[in-house]
């Protein structure tokens, strides 16, 4: 099973600035990484998949990069909505599929 | 928009089976079967776990450490998929949703339901 560390666990961030979070793999993934969205009560909800690819409807100030065991979710210009728990999720070996604990990003 | 509700009850005893069902309704459902359907869940204030998923033809693929306790059946007819987990304990308290999910990664999620272990 592939093990997924996000870092780091929270991140103040002011609104308007950048958010970069991290996530690693402790296999190669190539580029088989999913991030996720989850705001308080809510679902997660999927912003990115094959490391850079923005889903449906994701605003463009989401940007992900990354290959192999090292992945990056850059968020710019941080607005409000954008404040919540950020996953990722590995599927370069899976089954299982396996997410990271999580980064939750906050407001400094 | 594709939609997907889970349904089940919110408490059961220790020792007991906990039986979910997930309705998936809206969008283009004629592209469903391209889905596979996946049942993840998120303890109280923690991570995501995946728990296991169902193909459009009825094969399955569970999480190792649950593979024993977990069964997923799909009536395609009614766009409806069910979860059934064994034996539970209260290690097994959880936000429980249903995705739809294609190549590995989970486009569509419920809302989830929170089931409880107690007795």
């Known amino acids: 099973e592939i093990v997924m560390t996000q870092s780091p666990a929270t991140l103040s961030v002011s609104p308007g600035e950048r958010a970069t979070l991290s996530c690693w793999a402790s296999?190669?993934?190539?580029?088989?990484l999913a991030w996720y969205q989850q705001k308080p009560g809510q679902s997660p909800r999927l912003l990115i998949y094959?490391?850079?690819t923005r889903a449906t409807g994701i605003p463009g100030r989401f940007s992900g990069s990354g290959s192999g065991t090292e992945f990056t979710l850059t968020i710019s210009g941080l607005q409000s909505e954008d404040f919540a728990v950020y996953y990722c999720?590995?599927?370069?070996?899976?089954?299982?599929?396996?997410f990271g604990q999580g980064t939750k990003v906050e407001i400094k | 928009q594709v939609q997907l509700q889970e349904s089940g009850p919110g408490l059961v005893k220790p020792s007991a089976t906990l039986s979910l069902t997930c309705s998936v309704s809206?969008?283009?459902?004629?592209?469903?079967?391209?889905?596979?359907w996946s049942w993840i869940r998120q303890p109280p204030g923690r991570g995501l776990e995946w728990i296991a998923y169902i193909e459009y033809t009825g094969s399955t693929n569970y999480y190792p450490s649950l593979k024993s306790r977990v069964t997923l059946s799909a009536d395609t007819s009614t766009n409806q998929f069910s979860l059934e987990l064994r034996s539970v304990t209260a290690a097994d308290t959880a936000l429980y949703y249903c995705?739809?999910?294609?190549?590995?990664?989970?486009?569509?999620w419920g809302q989830g339901t929170l089931v409880t272990v107690s007795s």
């Open positions: 995705a739809l999910s294609r190549d590995g990664y989970n486009h569509y």
């Open positions: 809206g969008g283009s459902l004629r592209s469903i079967d391209t889905y596979y």
């Open positions: 999720q590995q599927y370069g070996e899976w089954p299982p599929e396996t």
């Open positions: 094959d490391a850079s």
């Open positions: 296999h190669n993934l190539n580029t088989k």
